[in-house]
């Protein structure tokens, strides 16, 4: 498990007249060719803001969507979204002659928005840290900067060049967002190891969410409550219910089901179908009576009462995921009550993935209800799952490097 005090913190590092290269994670909602303002934009702006404050020059990169995808656009929208918070001037380029340039001729308190950085091929190529760091896009960056902070606590589980490159070659510590994510994860875990853990597992990103589940069932006292594709997938495995689930993760789910202690997964007694335009709550061993073409759309009330009493039951809760259909409020239902008894527990409860938060805002429950909410998906599953991170790994090497040298 990893802890605060193996890295180096912003407020640890003299940063007045230092050019702080800024790793963030504000890839977020597109529809449309049009940006949505998110809890990352926000919460990443706090960072900026504090570095600017301290006198920082401030040379912000991130990624948005994948090439080849309708979420892959420039950061353009994402520094007037960001202008919200601190002044902000956008550079469209990375390496090349305007961003140096842009970069070079900063002044203290100064912000600056490169370009996508999944525009650079390199970017997600599988490299070791090493070999990121001999990297184009490292070499033309790395002089101009005095000091690198990853920020981007959502993309830790990434060997990507610009999260393990840069540490390689330069002091390196965490910002803000980063040092919350630690140090309430940590605490989560510490929670769990000392009591019984409840897992609500949801939505729809099965390639993190089937891997956790296969790691945490052995642990003595956690129990998982399915909804959402994850528990598609496990219903199509168990009893042959039709789903748009993947075959890769209908066979995965399948062979959770087989191994020790998967009495521990709970899976829907009844589900919420939409049948003409109505919500239909249906038994899941009547599915067959609607046939193969059937839809799942949430889980159903009978479920919604079984999982809110076993979570009444936790010392601490992970939610990721809602548990339908939330943009419809049809079938909102499920993620309304099962989000909404958690905010009312008396009980450590650790909220996950950014459609969590979304589901959150959508339903109307109030962040502040729950112990934590974290902007980290697969990050999230990951660090819980004990598995080493390899963008903070490079920050532990760097600050062994740096920390008498600063």
């Known amino acids: 498990?990893?802890?605060v005090d193996e890295f180096l913190r912003i407020d640890e590092l003299e940063v007045v007249g230092k050019t702080v290269l800024l790793r963030v994670d504000i890839?977020?909602?597109?529809?449309?060719?049009?940006?949505?303002?998110?809890?990352?934009?926000?919460?990443?702006?706090?960072?900026?803001?504090?570095?600017?404050?301290?006198?920082a020059k401030t040379v912000v990169i991130s990624h948005q969507g994948r090439p080849g995808d309708d979420r892959f656009i420039t950061m353009e929208q994402h520094a007037e979204l960001l202008r919200r918070f601190v002044n902000v001037t956008y550079v469209d380029d990375i390496i090349g002659p305007a961003a140096r340039d842009a970069i070079s001729g900063m002044w203290d308190g100064e912000?600056?928005?490169?370009?996508?950085?999944?525009?650079?091929?390199?970017?997600?190529l599988a490299r070791s840290p090493d070999e990121h760091a001999s990297s184009i896009f490292v070499r033309k960056l790395s002089p101009l900067c005095d000091i690198y902070i990853n920020d981007a606590f959502e993309t830790a589980h990434r060997a990507h060049a610009s999260l393990v490159g840069f540490p390689m070659v330069m002091p390196s510590g965490?910002?803000?967002?980063?040092?919350?994510?630690?140090?309430?994860?940590?605490?989560?875990?510490?929670?769990?190891?000392?009591?019984?853990?409840?897992?609500?597992?949801?939505?729809?990103k099965l390639g993190d969410v089937l891997p956790f589940i296969k790691n945490q069932i052995s642990s003595k006292s956690s129990i998982i409550l399915t909804a959402g594709r994850v528990a598609n997938a496990f219903l199509s495995a168990e009893k042959g219910v039709e789903s748009d689930v993947e075959d890769e993760y209908v066979r995965l789910a399948g062979d959770i089901l087989r191994m020790k202690n998967a009495e521990k997964i709970k899976l829907p007694d009844d589900v919420a179908l939409n049948v003409d335009g109505e919500r239909v709550e249906v038994p899941v061993d009547e599915l067959s009576k609607f046939g193969n073409a059937v839809r799942i759309y949430d889980i159903g009330g009978r479920t919604c009462d079984e999982y809110i009493s076993i979570l009444r039951s936790a010392d601490a809760i992970l939610i990721k995921g809602p548990a339908?259909?939330?943009?419809?409020?049809?079938?909102?239902?499920?993620?309304?009550?099962i989000f909404g008894a958690v905010a009312n527990m008396n009980t450590f409860s650790l909220i996950g993935g950014g459609d969590t938060t979304t589901a959150l805002?959508?339903?109307?429950i109030e962040k502040s209800a729950f112990s934590y909410v974290s902007l980290a998906g697969g990050?999230?599953?990951?660090?819980?799952?004990?598995?080493?991170?390899p963008a903070l790994d490079v920050l532990i090497l760097s600050k062994k490097k740096w920390q008498n040298k600063l």
């Open 174 to 204: 965490i910002g803000l967002v980063t040092e919350e994510e630690l140090g309430s994860l940590t605490k989560f875990v510490e929670m769990e190891m000392r009591g019984r853990c409840v897992y609500m597992l949801g939505g729809g």
């Open 324 to 337: 339908g259909v939330y943009e419809n409020e049809m079938f909102a239902e499920g993620t309304k009550k």
């Open 27 to 55: 890839n977020s909602r597109v529809d449309g060719g049009k940006l949505h303002m998110t809890e990352k934009i926000a919460r990443h702006a706090e960072t900026i803001v504090h570095l600017s404050e301290r006198g």
């Open 361 to 364: 805002n959508a339903v109307g």
């Open 1 to 3: 498990m990893y802890s």
């Open 111 to 124: 912000v600056l928005l490169l370009e996508n950085v999944r525009i650079l091929s390199e970017e997600t």
């Open 379 to 389: 990050a999230l599953l990951k660090f819980l799952s004990g598995e080493r991170l």
